[in-house]
C-alpha cells in the first residue's frame, strides 16, 4: 500500500485515477445494495437505513440510573425493625 501511496504523491494523474476507481467502486457497491433493498431483503434494509437515515435508525445504549426505595420493614414487628436498622448502621 505504500508503493501506492508513493505513486498518488508523484503522479497526479495516478491519484485522479485511484479516486476515479474508488468512486466506481463505491456506485457498484450501492447499486447492489440498492437492488437487495428494492427486492425486500430485511438486512439489507437495516444496514440501508442505519447508514442514511443515521439519527433514526442508529442503536445506542443508553445508562438509566434507577432510585429504588422499598419499605422492607412494613409489617413487620417492632423488634425486627430495630435489629434491621442496627445491622444496616453496621454496613
Keep these: 500500500m505504500l508503493t501506492v501511496r508513493n505513486w498518488c504523491k508523484t ?8 479516486k476515479r476507481a474508488k468512486a466506481n467502486a463505491d456506485g457498484v457497491a450501492e447499486n447492489a445494495l440498492f437492488e437487495r433493498v428494492k427486492k425486500g431483503d430485511t438486512l439489507a434494509c437495516i444496514f ?10 442508529l442503536e445506542t445504549s443508553q445508562q438509566v440510573n434507577v432510585n429504588l426505595e422499598v419499605d422492607v420493614k412494613k409489617g ?4 425486627t425493625r430495630n435489629e434491621i436498622e442496627e445491622r444496616l448502621k453496621l454496613l
Aim: glycine share 0%; charged share 25%.
Design 76 to 79: 413487620l414487628s417492632e423488634s
Design 11 to 18: 503522479y497526479p494523474e495516478f491519484l485522479t485515477a485511484v
Design 48 to 57: 440501508w437505513l442505519k447508514n442514511r437515515l443515521r439519527n433514526e435508525w
